[in-house]
């Protein structure tokens, strides 16, 4: 052969390479499609569409404002002078001061009349017992009280009538205590030997009477007392009647 050596062979063919097939990532970028997605940030406004608000008001519920360039009134205005009379209403230190209220009339209570009914009548007794002893011989011309077996109690029949009948249940203004107290010194000074602390004794009484009178008269009800005559007895205190109806009984003293 022209041109070549007869030892030389050809070179054998190379064998193909197969490579491995690779699957699409999650990460890898989707091939767009034939159609793109419109853009939702930069939606474009039509005057077709609107929104729902059902968390705003209505038009026509909305408040208006005043406009402005409306104008307040100085301060020195009447305006200005009714509101800093509502500040009067506060003292310096901030505290809002309290409105005069009417007071709300208080009356008084039954147990309160029954208790001076009581009181009255152990003052009565503890008068008659010492300031007129029994040892003393007088004439009055009231055969009870000149009997010194019933002395004392027609005494205290006496001072209980004076005081309830001058006091007590009078009416008309308000009595002279002081001088119904020395009424009684005088009609009975005939069977005491003492004058000066036994009209001092009479006042005390005749004031606490008066006092049993402003009671009776804060009370809602009708007080009266009886009758101081009953046959057979001397009629110390006679009983007491609310409404007419007896709270407190008499006391009475038996006659033999």
Sequence with gaps: MCGGKADDTSAPAPNPIELPVRRPTASSARPPTAKER???????????????????????????????NTTRPPKTSEHGRRSSSRRDHHTRDGHRQRRDIAPIPEYTEDRTILKRVADISNLIEGHAVN?????????????EMDDPRTRHAAIRRYIAQKVIGSIIMETDGSPDTAEVAREIADDLKVYSNSNGERLEHLGSLCKLSDKMRRDIE??????????????GYIVLVPALFRDGEQ??????????
Excluded: C
């Design 38 to 68: 419109p853009q939702t940030k930069h939606r474009p406004h039509t005057s077709g569409e609107h929104r729902p608000q059902s968390h705003r008001r209505p038009q026509s519920e909305k408040r208006t404002r005043p406009p402005s």
């Design 131 to 143: 300031f007129y002893p029994l040892n003393i011989s007088s004439y009055s011309g009231i055969p």
């Design 218 to 231: 804060g009370h809602l009800s009708s007080w009266e007392f009886g009758s101081q005559d009953e046959e």
């Design 247 to 256: 709270v407190i009984p008499s006391e009475k003293f038996k006659l033999d």
